[in-house]
Structure formats: C-alpha cells, structure tokens
C-alpha cells in the first residue's frame, strides 16, 4: 500500500515570512461568515464547555479560599486563579482555534477530539504562560505594548499545535509574520474587539454568531499565512469532511 502524500493547502512559513502572501480581509471574513453557517453549533459546543470549566473553576477556589468575590480575594489567590486559568483553557482555547482552521479547509474535527490531542502537553501550557506574562507586562508599560503583543502574538498556540513548533519560536515567528502584515491583521483585529463590544450590548445573545464566526475567520487567516497540511487524497473537493486528514 503506498504512503499517503500530504499537500499544503493555502501559504507557508517560508512564504508569509518574506510577506509574499497577499492578504483580502474582506474576502477572508466573508468566508468565515460563509463557513460559520454550518459549523456554528459544534465551536458553540466548545466555547460553552470552556465558560462551564471556568464557572466550576471560580465556584472552587471561591469555596476553598472561603471568598465570594473574588475581586476582593487576596493577590495571592488571584495570581493562583489566573494560572490555573491559563494551564486549563490553554489547550481549550488552542482546540477552538484549530476547528476554525480545520473548517477552513473543508473538514471537520468535534472538540473532544482536539482536546483530547492538546490537554497534557506541556509545551502548549508553557507557551501560554509565557505569552500571559509577556502581555502583561506589556500592558503595565503605558498599555500599547501590550495590545501590540497581544494582537503580535495571537498565532502562537495554534503554530505550536500545528506546526511542531517550541513556544518561543511559535511566539517569535508570529511577531514576525505580524511585523509582515500589520497594515492588514490591525483591522481584523480591532473589528473582532468591536465585535466582542457588540456581543456585550446584545446581552450576550450575538455571542451566538460572533464567536464561531471569529474563530472561523482566523482559521481562514491562518491557512492563507501558514498553509494547512492534508492528507493529498482528501482535500475537501466535494465538501468531504473526515477528521482524518487534518494533522494538528
């Protein structure tokens, strides 16, 4: 039986590092909106097992601090919270991101399934935390370091879920394809803050859209900056959807 060839579907490190990518923010959220018609309830899976985490999170370190809010509760067990935030939904966070990327190129992998791959791997956890400190820290210097950081290095985890890649050279790279395209990747970025304003005055309800429509949206700029290895034989020519063919 011959091996199965894999092709990359979209760009390349090599390529968007030399910034020969040409990027259309507008077709690209066009397609994520096109994609999230039909993926919209499996990522709503996932982002309501990750606030559910987060609820049973709080309710346990509200009970075993003995606090009810936790705003009031001492610094100590604010920076213990917040890194046992960061460690639990990290590889959450990284799956989500990783549908929208599989959805992007026609395919389609339950968030289990990529949870399941992501929990336990420590690289993931420490480039997390790495990424937690370093956009902090920005943010307390005059803040615009820190929303550049956040926005420079948004495409860390899931290159390093992806592409194999250690934490500091995913967080490198990403600056770096960032520095490439700014001009383009700012305005994606600002339109999903707004969007995120616009959830809150909806009560929550545009939520429904929104956020299946960010994660496809990023997954669609990811693939068109990194590319997206498959499996040649099942590249999604008649809409075919496989959870085999999408290796992350």
Not at 120 to 139: K, Y
Not at 177 to 190: C, D, E, G, K, T
């Amino acid at each position: 039986m011959s091996e199965n060839l894999r092709k990359n579907v979209g760009g390349s490190i090599e390529s968007a590092l030399k910034g020969e990518r040409t990027l259309d923010i507008k077709a690209i959220l066009k397609e994520g909106w096109q994609l999230t018609q039909g993926t919209k309830r499996s990522l709503l899976q996932g982002v309501i097992f990750i606030v559910s985490i987060g609820f049973l999170l709080i309710l346990l370190l509200q009970a075993l601090f003995n606090v009810s809010d936790l705003q009031q509760a001492p610094a100590s067990m604010q920076i213990t919270l917040n890194l046992l935030f960061t460690v639990i939904t990290a590889p959450l966070m990284t799956a989500m991101m990783l549908m929208g990327m599989a959805h992007s190129i026609g395919q389609s992998i339950s968030f289990i399934t990529l949870a399941k791959r992501l929990i336990g791997s420590a690289l993931l956890v420490l480039a997390a935390l790495m990424l937690a400190v370093l956009i902090d820290l920005g943010l307390k210097l005059f803040i615009l370091p820190g929303i550049y950081l956040l926005m420079a290095t948004a495409f860390t985890l899931p290159l390093l879920a992806d592409k194999k890649l250690k934490p500091s050279a995913a967080i490198l790279l990403s600056i770096r394809v960032f520095n490439r395209y700014w001009a383009q990747l700012v305005p994606f970025y600002i339109l999903s803050f707004v969007l995120v304003f616009i959830g809150i005055f909806t009560f929550f309800i545009g939520y429904i859209w929104i956020v299946p429509f960010y994660f496809n949206s990023k997954g669609v700029l990811y693939r068109e900056l990194f590319g997206i290895e498959v499996d040649s034989d099942s590249i999604d020519t008649n809409n075919r959807k496989d959870e085999s063919v999408f290796h992350a």
